[in-house]
């Protein structure tokens, strides 16, 4: 069975750029989830969808990210625009339920 | 709101047994999750718990007490593999998921 396929795996902008992260969840797996995870810090959580309708978004930056599944599959993520603090791995996991995540490699973002 | 707790850091030599503790506070618990996350890598799920009690799988287990809200991961048999980062997370009705601070686990020969 195919993983949660995530790219790019790594990313380099300066700030006040654009930049989108993409997400191929695990075949069948209708709950996706994009987690920001800080160097020294759990993941967290900024958005869940259930298909193709957001569950929870409560801790995405609004102004600045946005992020959609189209179709209820694929998922981006953008960042519009960058700032230094947005600095960080964006995990993608995608589940059949809450209790079992399956996590995609990650993109790591630098922001200069 | 939710917070979680863990030891930021847990040293154990080879065949020892460890024990990674996680209080947590929030309402509409519902569960708690483990994962396991190697430098550089993705977090990887080792379990879960929603009632009380010990789940055993192989050389890990989990503990949960769900009126103390508090739970463990007990890792026995340690191998030098298993130095990583270890996230307790929890889950909850009307809340997101939410993920601990992380313990890192150092396993000297």
């Known amino acids: 069975e195919a993983g949660v396929a995530q790219s790019p795996r790594y990313k380099i902008i300066e700030k006040r750029q654009s930049v989108a992260f993409w997400c191929n969840p695990i075949?069948?797996?209708?709950?996706l989830y994009w987690y920001q995870q800080i160097l020294g810090q759990g993941p967290k959580l900024l958005i869940q969808?259930?298909?193709?309708?957001?569950?929870?978004d409560s801790q995405l930056p609004k102004d600045r990210f946005s992020a959609e599944r189209l179709k209820g599959v694929d998922s981006t993520l953008k960042i519009q625009p960058a700032k230094l603090e947005d600095s960080a791995v964006y995990l993608c996991?995608?589940?059949?339920?809450?209790?079992?995540?399956?996590f995609g490699p990650g993109t790591r973002l630098t922001v200069l | 709101g939710q917070s979680l707790e863990q030891p930021s850091e847990v040293t154990a030599v080879e065949g020892a047994i460890v024990q990674i503790n996680c209080t947590y506070q929030t309402s509409g618990f519902y569960g708690l999750s483990w994962y396991q996350q190697h430098d550089g890598g993705a977090p990887t799920f080792l379990s879960y718990?929603?009632?009380?009690g010990l789940e055993e799988t192989g050389r890990f287990s989990s503990f949960l007490s769900r009126s103390d809200s508090y739970g463990y991961l007990l890792l026995q048999e340690l191998q030098m593999k298993d130095s990583a980062s270890y996230f307790c997370a929890v889950g909850a009705h009307g809340q997101n998921f939410v993920f601990g601070p992380g313990t890192r686990l150092s396993v000297l020969p």
């Open positions: 996991a995608s589940s059949l339920e809450d209790n079992e995540q399956f």
């Open positions: 075949s069948g797996h209708a709950t």
């Open positions: 969808f259930q298909n193709n309708g957001v569950v929870d």
């Open positions: 718990n929603a009632l009380d």
